[in-house]
Protein backbone atom coordinates (compact mmCIF):
# COMPACT_ATOMS: atom_id res chain seq x y z
CA UNK A 1 0.00 0.00 0.00
CA UNK A 2 3.14 2.51 0.79
CA UNK A 3 4.52 1.51 -2.29
CA UNK A 4 1.39 2.16 -4.09
CA UNK A 5 0.82 5.73 -2.28
CA UNK A 6 4.31 6.23 -3.75
CA UNK A 7 3.76 5.31 -6.63
CA UNK A 8 0.74 7.98 -6.61
CA UNK A 9 2.62 10.70 -5.59
CA UNK A 10 5.27 10.67 -8.21
CA UNK A 11 2.88 10.22 -10.82
CA UNK A 12 0.44 13.41 -9.41
CA UNK A 13 3.60 15.63 -9.07
CA UNK A 14 3.71 17.50 -12.67
CA UNK A 15 6.47 19.93 -11.95
CA UNK A 16 8.64 16.58 -12.49
CA UNK A 17 7.00 16.55 -16.11
CA UNK A 18 9.76 17.11 -18.62
CA UNK A 19 7.55 19.05 -20.37
CA UNK A 20 6.53 21.91 -17.88
CA UNK A 21 10.05 21.41 -16.70
CA UNK A 22 11.24 22.68 -20.33
CA UNK A 23 8.54 25.70 -20.40
CA UNK A 24 9.39 26.62 -17.17
CA UNK A 25 12.60 26.96 -18.06
CA UNK A 26 12.48 28.79 -21.39
CA UNK A 27 9.64 31.16 -19.85
CA UNK A 28 12.27 31.95 -17.14
CA UNK A 29 15.05 32.48 -20.12
CA UNK A 30 13.22 34.30 -21.92
CA UNK A 31 12.27 36.80 -19.00
CA UNK A 32 15.90 36.94 -18.34
CA UNK A 33 16.80 37.56 -22.05
CA UNK A 34 14.36 40.20 -22.35
CA UNK A 35 15.76 42.31 -19.15
CA UNK A 36 19.06 42.09 -20.08
CA UNK A 37 18.67 42.93 -23.63
CA UNK A 38 16.24 46.10 -22.82
CA UNK A 39 19.13 47.16 -20.31
CA UNK A 40 21.80 46.41 -22.10
CA UNK A 41 20.01 47.79 -25.63
CA UNK A 42 19.41 51.06 -24.53
CA UNK A 43 21.94 52.18 -21.66
CA UNK A 44 23.67 55.11 -22.48
CA UNK A 45 26.82 54.67 -24.84
CA UNK A 46 30.56 55.40 -23.28
CA UNK A 47 31.09 59.19 -23.82
CA UNK A 48 32.69 60.42 -27.00
CA UNK A 49 33.60 63.91 -27.27
CA UNK A 50 33.49 66.87 -29.93
CA UNK A 51 35.30 69.47 -29.56
CA UNK A 52 35.20 73.40 -31.30
CA UNK A 53 37.69 76.07 -30.69
CA UNK A 54 37.05 79.77 -31.13
CA UNK A 55 39.75 82.32 -30.67
CA UNK A 56 38.59 85.85 -29.22
CA UNK A 57 40.77 88.52 -31.28
CA UNK A 58 39.63 91.56 -28.93
CA UNK A 59 40.93 95.22 -28.70
CA UNK A 60 43.72 94.20 -25.92
CA UNK A 61 44.17 91.12 -26.64
CA UNK A 62 43.74 87.60 -27.73
CA UNK A 63 41.79 84.05 -26.37
CA UNK A 64 41.35 80.74 -27.21
CA UNK A 65 38.50 78.21 -26.35
CA UNK A 66 38.18 74.78 -26.42
CA UNK A 67 34.39 73.80 -26.21
CA UNK A 68 33.20 69.61 -25.82
CA UNK A 69 30.14 68.03 -26.30
CA UNK A 70 29.14 64.77 -26.47
CA UNK A 71 28.99 63.13 -29.88
CA UNK A 72 25.61 61.39 -29.55
CA UNK A 73 24.19 64.12 -28.75
CA UNK A 74 24.49 67.50 -30.38
CA UNK A 75 21.45 68.80 -30.28
CA UNK A 76 20.69 68.47 -26.89
CA UNK A 77 20.55 71.30 -24.58
CA UNK A 78 23.15 72.82 -22.13
CA UNK A 79 25.97 70.30 -23.03
CA UNK A 80 28.79 72.37 -24.58
CA UNK A 81 31.31 73.41 -22.20
CA UNK A 82 34.57 75.32 -22.51
CA UNK A 83 37.16 72.39 -21.28
CA UNK A 84 39.82 74.82 -21.91
CA UNK A 85 41.36 78.33 -22.23
CA UNK A 86 44.56 80.22 -23.20
CA UNK A 87 45.40 83.84 -22.92
CA UNK A 88 47.69 84.64 -26.23
CA UNK A 89 50.47 86.67 -24.65
CA UNK A 90 50.94 90.17 -25.86
CA UNK A 91 48.54 92.63 -27.73
CA UNK A 92 45.29 92.28 -29.41
CA UNK A 93 45.92 91.69 -33.10
CA UNK A 94 44.64 94.72 -34.21
CA UNK A 95 48.25 96.02 -32.54
CA UNK A 96 50.60 94.46 -35.24
CA UNK A 97 49.11 96.59 -38.06
CA UNK A 98 52.76 97.84 -38.48
CA UNK A 99 53.80 93.94 -37.99
CA UNK A 100 51.07 91.81 -39.72
CA UNK A 101 53.38 88.26 -39.36
CA UNK A 102 53.89 88.73 -35.49
CA UNK A 103 50.42 88.67 -35.45
CA UNK A 104 50.19 85.39 -36.30
CA UNK A 105 53.32 83.90 -34.83
CA UNK A 106 51.70 85.00 -31.50
CA UNK A 107 48.57 82.56 -31.55
CA UNK A 108 50.93 80.10 -31.90
CA UNK A 109 51.64 78.61 -28.11
CA UNK A 110 47.67 78.90 -27.48
CA UNK A 111 47.46 77.01 -30.85
CA UNK A 112 49.95 74.08 -29.57
CA UNK A 113 48.24 73.65 -26.09
CA UNK A 114 44.84 72.98 -28.49
CA UNK A 115 46.66 70.40 -30.16
CA UNK A 116 47.44 68.83 -26.68
CA UNK A 117 44.02 69.24 -25.64
CA UNK A 118 42.49 67.85 -28.19
CA UNK A 119 42.55 64.28 -29.24
CA UNK A 120 44.58 63.71 -32.49
CA UNK A 121 41.59 61.79 -33.72
CA UNK A 122 39.28 64.13 -33.52
CA UNK A 123 41.67 66.97 -34.83
CA UNK A 124 40.23 66.73 -38.51
CA UNK A 125 36.62 67.53 -37.93
CA UNK A 126 37.62 70.29 -34.62
CA UNK A 127 36.41 73.63 -36.30
CA UNK A 128 38.35 76.54 -35.82
CA UNK A 129 37.10 80.21 -35.79
CA UNK A 130 38.80 83.48 -35.13
CA UNK A 131 36.50 86.67 -34.57
CA UNK A 132 37.78 89.73 -34.59
CA UNK A 133 35.99 92.83 -32.61
CA UNK A 134 35.57 96.35 -31.77
CA UNK A 135 39.91 96.77 -32.37
CA UNK A 136 39.94 95.32 -35.78
CA UNK A 137 36.61 97.42 -36.61
CA UNK A 138 38.28 100.71 -35.75
CA UNK A 139 41.71 99.20 -37.58
CA UNK A 140 39.31 98.30 -40.68
CA UNK A 141 38.15 101.89 -40.61
CA UNK A 142 41.23 103.79 -39.80
CA UNK A 143 43.44 101.79 -42.61
CA UNK A 144 41.55 98.70 -44.55
CA UNK A 145 44.85 97.63 -46.00
CA UNK A 146 46.38 96.73 -42.76
CA UNK A 147 43.34 95.36 -41.59
CA UNK A 148 43.52 92.86 -44.24
CA UNK A 149 47.12 91.96 -43.77
CA UNK A 150 46.55 91.23 -40.10
CA UNK A 151 44.33 88.86 -41.40
CA UNK A 152 46.11 87.09 -44.15
CA UNK A 153 49.11 87.05 -41.39
CA UNK A 154 46.21 85.30 -39.19
CA UNK A 155 45.01 83.09 -41.63
CA UNK A 156 47.99 81.53 -42.60
CA UNK A 157 49.65 81.08 -39.12
CA UNK A 158 46.25 79.11 -38.02
CA UNK A 159 45.90 76.63 -41.23
CA UNK A 160 49.15 75.45 -40.33
CA UNK A 161 47.78 73.47 -37.31
CA UNK A 162 45.32 70.45 -38.22
CA UNK A 163 42.19 71.55 -36.79
CA UNK A 164 39.01 72.24 -39.44
CA UNK A 165 39.63 75.78 -40.50
CA UNK A 166 36.61 77.64 -40.33
CA UNK A 167 37.68 81.59 -41.51
CA UNK A 168 38.65 84.41 -39.55
CA UNK A 169 36.51 87.71 -39.85
CA UNK A 170 35.28 90.94 -37.88
CA UNK A 171 32.13 90.43 -36.08
CA UNK A 172 29.37 93.00 -36.44
CA UNK A 173 28.37 95.12 -33.33
CA UNK A 174 25.32 93.53 -33.36
CA UNK A 175 26.63 89.47 -33.23
CA UNK A 176 28.65 90.17 -30.14
CA UNK A 177 25.61 91.57 -28.60
CA UNK A 178 23.53 88.50 -29.82
CA UNK A 179 25.55 85.86 -29.60
CA UNK A 180 26.75 86.69 -25.92
CA UNK A 181 22.91 87.15 -25.23
CA UNK A 182 23.00 83.06 -26.55
CA UNK A 183 25.93 82.10 -24.61
CA UNK A 184 24.49 83.27 -21.17
CA UNK A 185 20.95 81.91 -21.46
CA UNK A 186 22.34 78.22 -22.99
CA UNK A 187 24.72 77.89 -20.31
CA UNK A 188 22.01 79.06 -17.58
CA UNK A 189 19.39 76.65 -19.52
CA UNK A 190 16.96 79.10 -20.07
CA UNK A 191 17.25 78.69 -23.90
CA UNK A 192 14.93 74.89 -24.25
CA UNK A 193 13.50 75.41 -21.49
CA UNK A 194 11.49 78.71 -22.75
CA UNK A 195 12.13 80.70 -19.71
CA UNK A 196 12.19 84.23 -19.07
CA UNK A 197 15.64 85.07 -20.80
CA UNK A 198 18.71 87.15 -19.21
CA UNK A 199 20.08 90.30 -20.58
CA UNK A 200 23.75 90.59 -21.75
CA UNK A 201 26.09 93.30 -20.90
CA UNK A 202 29.53 93.41 -22.59
CA UNK A 203 32.00 95.75 -21.66
CA UNK A 204 35.04 95.42 -23.97
CA UNK A 205 38.45 97.54 -24.22
CA UNK A 206 36.97 99.64 -27.76
CA UNK A 207 32.90 98.89 -27.49
CA UNK A 208 30.58 97.56 -25.16
CA UNK A 209 27.34 95.83 -26.15
CA UNK A 210 23.74 95.68 -24.12
CA UNK A 211 21.37 92.89 -25.18
CA UNK A 212 17.78 92.15 -23.90
CA UNK A 213 14.22 91.27 -24.72
CA UNK A 214 11.80 93.66 -23.54
CA UNK A 215 7.92 92.96 -24.13
CA UNK A 216 7.42 96.49 -25.93
CA UNK A 217 10.25 95.99 -28.56
CA UNK A 218 8.84 94.53 -31.31
CA UNK A 219 11.84 95.39 -33.97
CA UNK A 220 9.80 98.09 -35.56
CA UNK A 221 11.03 100.53 -33.81
CA UNK A 222 14.64 101.06 -34.99
CA UNK A 223 15.20 97.81 -36.79
CA UNK A 224 18.81 97.66 -36.80
CA UNK A 225 18.67 97.37 -33.11
CA UNK A 226 16.81 94.25 -33.80
CA UNK A 227 17.91 89.93 -33.90
CA UNK A 228 14.90 87.77 -34.21
CA UNK A 229 16.14 83.85 -33.36
CA UNK A 230 13.94 80.62 -33.28
CA UNK A 231 15.24 78.57 -30.87
CA UNK A 232 13.95 75.48 -29.56
CA UNK A 233 10.65 75.97 -30.97
CA UNK A 234 10.36 79.97 -29.20
CA UNK A 235 10.87 82.87 -31.22
CA UNK A 236 12.76 85.48 -29.50
CA UNK A 237 13.07 89.33 -30.53
CA UNK A 238 16.22 90.77 -29.14
CA UNK A 239 17.10 94.10 -28.76
CA UNK A 240 20.51 94.73 -29.14
CA UNK A 241 23.34 97.55 -29.41
CA UNK A 242 27.02 97.81 -29.83
CA UNK A 243 28.88 101.25 -28.89
CA UNK A 244 31.94 101.23 -30.57
CA UNK A 245 34.29 103.82 -28.81
CA UNK A 246 32.45 102.79 -25.67
CA UNK A 247 34.75 100.20 -24.45
CA UNK A 248 37.10 101.27 -21.39
CA UNK A 249 40.14 101.98 -23.31
CA UNK A 250 38.68 104.14 -25.94
CA UNK A 251 36.15 106.00 -23.10
CA UNK A 252 39.57 106.54 -21.20
CA UNK A 253 40.84 108.34 -24.46
CA UNK A 254 37.69 110.37 -25.20
CA UNK A 255 38.16 111.65 -21.44
CA UNK A 256 41.84 112.66 -21.63
CA UNK A 257 40.96 113.97 -24.84
CA UNK A 258 37.98 115.96 -23.30
CA UNK A 259 40.64 117.23 -20.88
CA UNK A 260 43.20 118.38 -23.60
CA UNK A 261 41.11 120.19 -25.68
CA UNK A 262 43.97 123.14 -24.99
CA UNK A 263 47.15 121.38 -25.82
CA UNK A 264 48.02 121.94 -22.06
CA UNK A 265 51.17 120.89 -20.87
CA UNK A 266 49.78 118.86 -17.60
CA UNK A 267 46.39 117.92 -16.42
CA UNK A 268 44.76 117.15 -13.05
CA UNK A 269 42.51 113.89 -13.73
CA UNK A 270 40.11 113.41 -11.02
CA UNK A 271 40.01 110.06 -12.09
CA UNK A 272 43.09 109.17 -10.89
CA UNK A 273 44.64 109.05 -7.35
CA UNK A 274 46.23 111.81 -5.79
CA UNK A 275 49.95 111.53 -6.03
CA UNK A 276 49.48 109.45 -9.45
CA UNK A 277 51.71 111.46 -12.05
CA UNK A 278 52.65 110.47 -15.30
CA UNK A 279 53.99 111.49 -18.88
CA UNK A 280 52.06 110.97 -21.38
CA UNK A 281 52.37 111.41 -25.61
CA UNK A 282 49.87 113.24 -27.35
CA UNK A 283 50.23 110.99 -30.37
CA UNK A 284 49.74 108.31 -29.28
CA UNK A 285 47.16 109.39 -26.82
CA UNK A 286 44.92 110.74 -30.10
CA UNK A 287 45.72 107.60 -32.18
CA UNK A 288 42.45 106.11 -32.40
CA UNK A 289 39.09 106.94 -34.90
CA UNK A 290 37.39 107.48 -31.40
CA UNK A 291 39.46 111.08 -30.99
CA UNK A 292 41.79 111.56 -33.66
CA UNK A 293 38.98 114.05 -35.03
CA UNK A 294 39.74 116.14 -31.47
CA UNK A 295 43.81 116.48 -31.52
CA UNK A 296 44.58 119.71 -30.19
CA UNK A 297 46.58 121.71 -33.05
CA UNK A 298 50.37 122.85 -31.74
CA UNK A 299 49.93 120.61 -28.56
CA UNK A 300 53.70 119.55 -26.97
CA UNK A 301 54.67 116.18 -27.17
CA UNK A 302 53.70 114.66 -24.39
CA UNK A 303 51.61 116.24 -21.12
CA UNK A 304 51.81 115.66 -17.72
CA UNK A 305 48.90 113.31 -16.38
CA UNK A 306 48.55 114.50 -12.05
CA UNK A 307 45.66 112.50 -10.93
CA UNK A 308 43.51 114.50 -7.90
CA UNK A 309 41.12 111.41 -7.09
CA UNK A 310 37.80 113.55 -7.29
CA UNK A 311 34.75 110.89 -7.91
CA UNK A 312 32.34 113.42 -8.52
CA UNK A 313 34.56 115.17 -10.59
CA UNK A 314 35.03 112.40 -12.23
CA UNK A 315 31.68 111.35 -12.99
CA UNK A 316 30.82 114.75 -14.65
CA UNK A 317 34.10 114.38 -17.02
CA UNK A 318 33.10 110.79 -17.84
CA UNK A 319 29.27 112.21 -18.37
CA UNK A 320 31.11 113.94 -20.93
CA UNK A 321 31.69 111.36 -23.14
CA UNK A 322 27.96 111.36 -23.51
CA UNK A 323 25.89 112.72 -25.52
CA UNK A 324 21.69 112.90 -24.37
CA UNK A 325 21.03 116.12 -26.01
CA UNK A 326 18.36 114.46 -29.26
CA UNK A 327 16.33 111.43 -29.64
CA UNK A 328 14.38 110.53 -32.46
CA UNK A 329 12.71 107.59 -30.95
CA UNK A 330 10.33 106.73 -27.62
CA UNK A 331 13.26 106.22 -25.49
CA UNK A 332 16.86 106.30 -25.61
CA UNK A 333 19.91 105.43 -24.05
CA UNK A 334 22.72 108.27 -25.30
CA UNK A 335 24.00 109.50 -28.63
CA UNK A 336 20.30 109.68 -29.90
CA UNK A 337 20.12 105.69 -29.59
CA UNK A 338 17.42 103.87 -29.07
CA UNK A 339 16.43 102.08 -26.18
CA UNK A 340 13.43 100.04 -25.45
CA UNK A 341 12.90 100.22 -21.53
CA UNK A 342 15.00 97.83 -19.55
CA UNK A 343 13.61 94.27 -18.41
CA UNK A 344 14.44 91.55 -16.65
CA UNK A 345 17.50 90.26 -15.08
CA UNK A 346 20.81 90.99 -17.03
CA UNK A 347 24.25 89.35 -16.82
CA UNK A 348 27.48 91.92 -17.09
CA UNK A 349 30.95 90.14 -17.69
CA UNK A 350 34.08 90.82 -19.34
CA UNK A 351 35.36 93.74 -18.27
CA UNK A 352 32.49 94.97 -16.02
CA UNK A 353 33.44 91.67 -14.12
CA UNK A 354 37.06 92.27 -13.99
CA UNK A 355 36.63 95.67 -12.47
CA UNK A 356 33.81 95.31 -10.12
CA UNK A 357 35.51 92.25 -8.75
CA UNK A 358 38.77 93.84 -8.04
CA UNK A 359 37.11 96.90 -6.42
CA UNK A 360 34.98 94.23 -4.10
CA UNK A 361 31.65 95.85 -5.80
CA UNK A 362 30.50 92.97 -7.77
CA UNK A 363 27.46 91.98 -5.05
CA UNK A 364 24.38 94.15 -6.36
CA UNK A 365 22.72 93.57 -3.19
CA UNK A 366 24.59 96.62 -2.00
CA UNK A 367 22.86 99.86 -2.66
CA UNK A 368 23.99 101.90 -5.48
CA UNK A 369 24.33 104.55 -3.20
CA UNK A 370 26.76 102.83 -0.75
CA UNK A 371 28.41 101.41 -4.11
CA UNK A 372 29.08 105.19 -5.03
CA UNK A 373 30.86 106.39 -1.37
CA UNK A 374 33.18 103.11 -1.29
CA UNK A 375 33.79 103.83 -5.31
CA UNK A 376 34.87 107.46 -3.88
CA UNK A 377 36.84 106.11 -0.74
CA UNK A 378 38.93 104.30 -3.33
CA UNK A 379 39.27 106.69 -5.53
CA UNK A 380 40.84 109.80 -3.09
CA UNK A 381 42.53 106.76 -1.87
CA UNK A 382 46.68 108.38 -2.41
CA UNK A 383 48.15 106.38 -5.48
CA UNK A 384 51.30 105.38 -3.44
CA UNK A 385 48.79 103.67 -0.94
CA UNK A 386 47.33 101.76 -3.69
CA UNK A 387 50.34 99.99 -4.91
CA UNK A 388 51.86 99.26 -1.62
CA UNK A 389 47.85 97.28 -0.88
CA UNK A 390 48.39 95.66 -4.33
CA UNK A 391 51.58 94.85 -4.99
CA UNK A 392 50.61 91.93 -7.42
CA UNK A 393 48.36 93.94 -10.01
CA UNK A 394 49.57 95.45 -13.04
CA UNK A 395 50.51 98.83 -12.85
CA UNK A 396 48.24 99.99 -15.80
CA UNK A 397 45.35 98.11 -14.60
CA UNK A 398 45.68 99.65 -10.63
CA UNK A 399 45.81 103.10 -12.24
CA UNK A 400 42.67 103.06 -14.44
CA UNK A 401 40.13 100.74 -11.59
CA UNK A 402 39.07 104.15 -10.05
CA UNK A 403 38.31 105.35 -13.65
CA UNK A 404 37.01 102.26 -15.29
CA UNK A 405 34.55 102.01 -11.92
CA UNK A 406 33.17 105.40 -12.71
CA UNK A 407 32.78 104.47 -16.24
CA UNK A 408 30.76 101.67 -15.55
CA UNK A 409 28.42 102.87 -13.21
CA UNK A 410 28.07 106.40 -15.07
CA UNK A 411 27.14 103.75 -18.20
CA UNK A 412 25.00 101.71 -16.55
CA UNK A 413 22.89 104.53 -14.78
CA UNK A 414 23.13 107.66 -16.85
CA UNK A 415 23.68 105.77 -20.48
CA UNK A 416 21.58 102.64 -20.10
CA UNK A 417 19.13 104.06 -17.49
CA UNK A 418 19.38 101.07 -14.73
CA UNK A 419 18.28 102.87 -11.43
CA UNK A 420 18.86 102.13 -7.48
CA UNK A 421 15.82 99.80 -8.22
CA UNK A 422 16.99 97.96 -11.15
CA UNK A 423 20.31 98.01 -10.24
CA UNK A 424 20.04 94.27 -8.21
CA UNK A 425 18.78 92.97 -11.14
CA UNK A 426 22.51 93.09 -12.68
CA UNK A 427 24.73 90.41 -11.23
CA UNK A 428 28.43 90.42 -12.58
CA UNK A 429 29.54 87.16 -13.33
CA UNK A 430 32.70 85.84 -15.44
CA UNK A 431 32.05 82.29 -15.78
CA UNK A 432 28.58 80.10 -16.21
CA UNK A 433 28.87 76.69 -15.19
CA UNK A 434 32.62 76.71 -15.81
CA UNK A 435 32.30 78.18 -19.08
CA UNK A 436 33.33 81.92 -19.30
CA UNK A 437 30.46 84.55 -20.66
CA UNK A 438 31.35 86.07 -24.07
CA UNK A 439 30.14 85.63 -27.73
CA UNK A 440 32.33 82.71 -28.62
CA UNK A 441 29.77 80.11 -27.30
CA UNK A 442 27.06 81.43 -28.62
CA UNK A 443 29.24 82.20 -32.04
CA UNK A 444 30.32 78.22 -32.43
CA UNK A 445 27.15 77.13 -31.45
CA UNK A 446 25.40 79.41 -34.10
CA UNK A 447 27.77 78.83 -36.93
CA UNK A 448 27.75 74.67 -36.19
CA UNK A 449 24.31 74.52 -36.25
CA UNK A 450 24.20 73.26 -32.31
CA UNK A 451 20.84 75.16 -31.64
CA UNK A 452 17.62 73.67 -33.27
CA UNK A 453 15.06 76.04 -34.31
CA UNK A 454 12.52 73.59 -33.11
CA UNK A 455 12.02 71.48 -29.73
CA UNK A 456 14.18 68.21 -30.13
CA UNK A 457 11.96 65.27 -29.79
CA UNK A 458 12.94 63.54 -27.15
CA UNK A 459 12.23 59.53 -25.40
CA UNK A 460 9.49 60.05 -23.36
CA UNK A 461 10.84 58.16 -20.59
CA UNK A 462 14.63 58.45 -19.05
CA UNK A 463 16.75 55.85 -19.25
CA UNK A 464 16.08 54.75 -15.83
CA UNK A 465 12.48 54.68 -16.00
CA UNK A 466 12.84 52.41 -18.92
CA UNK A 467 14.46 50.25 -17.26
CA UNK A 468 12.77 50.05 -13.93
CA UNK A 469 9.37 49.54 -16.01
CA UNK A 470 10.54 46.89 -18.63
CA UNK A 471 11.72 44.81 -15.41
CA UNK A 472 8.04 45.26 -13.36
CA UNK A 473 6.74 44.18 -16.49
CA UNK A 474 9.00 41.12 -16.83
CA UNK A 475 8.15 40.25 -13.02
CA UNK A 476 4.77 40.54 -13.63
CA UNK A 477 4.73 38.19 -16.69
CA UNK A 478 7.04 35.81 -14.52
CA UNK A 479 4.48 36.00 -11.68
CA UNK A 480 1.07 35.73 -14.28
CA UNK A 481 2.76 32.89 -16.17
CA UNK A 482 3.88 30.56 -12.82
CA UNK A 483 0.08 31.52 -11.91
CA UNK A 484 -1.20 30.11 -15.21
CA UNK A 485 0.19 27.02 -14.06
CA UNK A 486 -1.47 26.48 -11.24
CA UNK A 487 -3.44 23.46 -12.37
CA UNK A 488 -0.75 21.71 -12.26
CA UNK A 489 0.46 22.76 -9.13
CA UNK A 490 1.54 19.91 -6.84
CA UNK A 491 -1.22 19.67 -4.08
CA UNK A 492 1.15 19.22 -1.45
CA UNK A 493 -0.65 20.06 1.79
CA UNK A 494 -3.42 17.50 1.20
CA UNK A 495 -3.72 14.15 3.22
CA UNK A 496 -2.14 11.67 1.03
CA UNK A 497 -4.95 9.49 -0.08
CA UNK A 498 -5.40 5.53 1.63
CA UNK A 499 -6.54 3.71 -0.76
O1 LIG B 1 42.35 91.63 -15.17
C1 LIG B 1 41.87 92.59 -15.74
N1 LIG B 1 41.63 93.76 -15.07
C2 LIG B 1 41.08 94.84 -15.67
N2 LIG B 1 40.73 94.87 -16.95
C3 LIG B 1 40.96 93.76 -17.66
C4 LIG B 1 41.52 92.58 -17.12
N3 LIG B 1 41.60 91.65 -18.11
C5 LIG B 1 41.11 92.23 -19.21
N4 LIG B 1 40.73 93.49 -18.94
C6 LIG B 1 40.14 94.47 -19.85
O2 LIG B 1 38.96 93.95 -20.41
C7 LIG B 1 38.77 94.54 -21.70
C8 LIG B 1 38.62 93.42 -22.68
O3 LIG B 1 38.32 93.97 -23.91
P1 LIG B 1 38.56 93.18 -25.27
O4 LIG B 1 40.02 92.97 -25.50
O5 LIG B 1 37.69 92.00 -25.27
O6 LIG B 1 38.09 94.29 -26.29
P2 LIG B 1 36.84 94.40 -27.27
O7 LIG B 1 35.81 93.46 -26.75
O8 LIG B 1 36.40 95.82 -27.17
O9 LIG B 1 37.37 94.07 -28.61
C9 LIG B 1 39.99 95.43 -21.96
O10 LIG B 1 39.70 96.74 -21.60
C10 LIG B 1 41.03 94.86 -20.99
O11 LIG B 1 41.96 95.83 -20.58
CA1 LIG C 1 35.52 91.43 -25.93
Known sequence: IILQRGNLMKEKNPWHKPVTIIITVIGVIAIVALVTVAVLQNRPLPQKYKYGIVL???????????????????NNTGRVEQTHSCKVKGPGISSYASAPLKAGESLRACMQEAEQRVPGKRYHETPLYLGATAGMRLLNMENSSASEKVFQAVEEALQKFPFSYQGARILSGQEEGAFGWVTVNYLDDRLEQGLETTGALDLGGASTQIS??????????????????????????????????????????????????????????????????????????????????????????????????NFKQCQNVVKSVFNFTHCNYTHCSFNGIFQPLLQGPFGAFSAYYFVMNFLNLSDTSIPLETVKEKLARYCATPWNQIIQQHPDIKLKYLAEYCFSGTY?????????????????????????????????????LNLTNMIPAEAPDSPPLPHAGYVSIVTIMALLLLILFVVSLRPLWPRCSKQPQII
Request: hydrophobic share 30%; proline share 6%; with cysteine.
Open 212 to 309: FVSDNYDGSESPSNSVTFRLYGNDYNLYTHSFLCYGKDQVLRMALAHQTQTGPESILDPCFHPGYNATKNYSILYDSPCVSDRKPQRAPVNFTHVGNG
Open 56 to 74: DAGSSHTALYIYEWPAEKD
Open 408 to 444: ILTLLTEGYNFTSDSYPNIKFIKKIKGSDAGWTLGYM
